[in-house]
Nanobody, 127 residues
Framework: QVQLIESGGGLVQAGGSLRLSCAAS????????MGWFRQAPGKERDFVAY????????HYADSVKGRFTISRDNAKNTVYLQMNSLKPEDTAVYYC????????????????????WGQGTQVTVSS
């Protein structure tokens, strides 16, 4: 069983920065791609960012490109989301997730492609 625990959320003013962390249990973390998603109140959960097993490939939602950076430290079983130039519309619960298929990087923005999820961490950006 894999556990994912997010941390680093909080309240920040527009234009500020936060760094989210997602710590994973288990010995196979480095084999799997990881993703970040977010869910705003009253809305569906949306893709934010993806990183492959080595950290050499990443993808972002258009809404966060140039502002957010996903990274990972396989020695620490941790994936990060650095969020800069935050906007009120970034307010959401942020979730990390493990992509289920280690052999394919396709469909990385689809929730169904992820098998384990964290409990989420709240990010609130005030205007």
């Amino acid at each position: 069983q894999v556990q994912l625990i997010e941390s680093g959320g909080g309240l920040v003013q527009a234009g500020g920065s936060l760094r989210l962390s997602c710590a994973a249990s288990g010995r196979t973390f480095s084999m799997y791609a990881m993703g970040w998603f977010r869910q705003a109140p009253g809305k569906e959960r949306d893709f934010v960012a993806y990183i492959n097993w080595s950290g050499g490939t990443s993808h972002y939602a258009d809404s966060v490109k140039g502002r957010f950076t996903i990274s990972r430290d396989n020695a620490k079983n941790t994936v990060y989301l650095q969020m800069n130039s935050l906007k009120p519309e970034d307010t959401a619960v942020y979730y990390c997730a493990r992509k289920r298929n280690i052999y394919s990087s396709s469909d990385y923005s689809q929730e169904i492609q992820y098998d384990y999820w964290g409990q989420g961490t709240q990010v609130t950006v005030s205007s």
